[in-house]
Every structure is written in structure tokens, then in C-alpha cells.
């Protein structure tokens, strides 16, 4: 089987439209073989949504997969949004949904972690890619702390099933500090700014 996170053009393609519920508003993402959870919007990531602050300013939809944090955020916030991920077909995707949700001017950006974004953000929102590995997942906590405005805030979502503590104890090395904001059924969204 192959992994979301690789690029394999060879893999034939079953599109697919989901229907997702935020904020009083409904949305609807094309999805694809080759991307994660293509056939409904994940746990992880409705419960991170659901446990966000209200954003402001620039904010980085990392490992935006095909697109559904960054889109819900728009749309109900004022921000200026960043969409980055390794992944060419969950980018194409994610291009594809916001024209089909009505935004332009969305930056979407082809990186492996911040390997092509320069940018420092307000706000970096992860649904880390556990298959990837610890490795690529703390690389992605210690770049997003160099990342940040001053203020800014790295909130992400981990289950305890896939090394929450484990997380969260990196992230506290790296921050020297984080809130809880969610934590129910091995679920927890963890909050670190950049102080
Ligand atoms: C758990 S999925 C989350 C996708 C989307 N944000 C969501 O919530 O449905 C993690 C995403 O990170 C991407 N990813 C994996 N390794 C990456 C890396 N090194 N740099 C950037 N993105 C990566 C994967 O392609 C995948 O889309």
C-alpha cells in the first residue's frame, strides 16, 4: 500500500466528493487515491478545528493534505493563509477545492516541512503525518518554532495511540511551555507560542 505522504503519479485516481459541516457552514472536497482520509473528513483534524482560538493575521495550513483545515480557517476567519505540503496530488486537490469554495489568491506551496517557505507565521495549524515517522514529525515542531512570529502559536492535534506524550514532551523542550486545549478518549490538541 502506498503512503500518503509519497508522490506515486502511477496510482490510478478515484476521485471522490466529501461533505463537511463547520461553523454553521457546509463544504464540499474532492479527494483522491494517494491522499489521507479521502473518504471523510478525519477525527484528528474535526477535533483540531473545533479547538482553535480565533485566528488572525498569517497563518500556515502545514501538511494541508487536500485542503480542508486551511479552507474551514478562511472562510470563517479573517487571515491570510499559507497551504504547504510534499504531496503534489493533495496539492492539486487542494488548489482544485479552493477554487471550488470561491478563494483566490490562497498560497499553496510544494515543501518538504518548511524546505521552500521562508515565511514566519502568526499561526502554524498541524494534523501531524504520523506514518512518516517521529523523525519528520519533530523536524516539523523544532522548524515551525523557527517559523513563528513573536506571539505566535504552533497548535497541533495527537492522539495517545500515536505518541502524544512523546509529542507533547518534544514540544515542551522546544517551546519551554504549552497548553492543553482539547484532551478526552486518548485525543489532545496542544497549543505552544512563541513567547
Ligand atoms: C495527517 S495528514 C493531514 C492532512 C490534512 N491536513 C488533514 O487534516 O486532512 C498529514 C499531511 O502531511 C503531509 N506530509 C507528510 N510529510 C510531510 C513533510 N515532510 N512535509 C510536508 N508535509 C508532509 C502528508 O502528505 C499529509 O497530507
Known amino acids: 500500500m502506498g503512503h500518503y505522504f509519497i508522490n506515486d503519479e502511477s496510482l490510478t485516481h478515484n476521485y471522490k466528493t466529501i461533505n463537511f459541516h463547520y461553523k ?4 464540499k ?17 474535526t477535533i483540531l478545528l473545533n479547538n482553535l482560538p480565533e485566528l488572525r493575521g498569517k497563518v500556515l495550513d502545514l ?10 480557517l478562511k472562510m470563517t476567519n479573517d487571515i491570510d493563509l499559507t497551504m504547504a505540503d510534499i504531496n503534489e496530488r493533495a496539492l492539486e486537490l487542494a488548489a482544485l477545492n479552493c477554487k471550488n469554495n470561491g478563494l483566490n489568491n490562497i498560497s499553496i506551496i510544494q515543501s518538504d ?14 494534523n501531524p503525518p504520523i ?3 517521529k523523525k519528520t514529525i519533530f523536524k516539523l515542531y523544532e522548524d515551525s518554532y523557527q517559523h513563528l512570529n513573536k ?21 515542551n523542550e522546544i517551546f519551554n511551555d504549552y497548553e492543553i486545549l482539547y484532551k478526552k478518549k486518548g485525543w489532545y490538541v496542544i497549543s505552544c507560542e512563541l513567547v
Open 24 to 27: 454553521n457552514r457546509d463544504f
Open 29 to 45: 472536497f474532492t479527494t483522491d487515491s494517494g491522499v489521507f482520509s479521502k473518504n471523510h473528513v478525519d477525527e484528528g483534524t
Open 63 to 72: 501538511g494541508c493534505g487536500y485542503g480542508c483545515i486551511g479552507i474551514s
Open 113 to 126: 516541512g518548511f524546505s521552500n517557505i521562508s515565511d514566519k507565521f502568526d499561526f502554524i495549524i498541524l
Open 131 to 133: 506514518r512518516a515517522g
Open 151 to 171: 506571539h505566535g502559536k504552533f497548535i497541533f492535534v495527537i492522539n495517545k495511540k500515536h505518541g502524544a506524550e512523546s509529542s507533547i514532551e518534544k514540544v
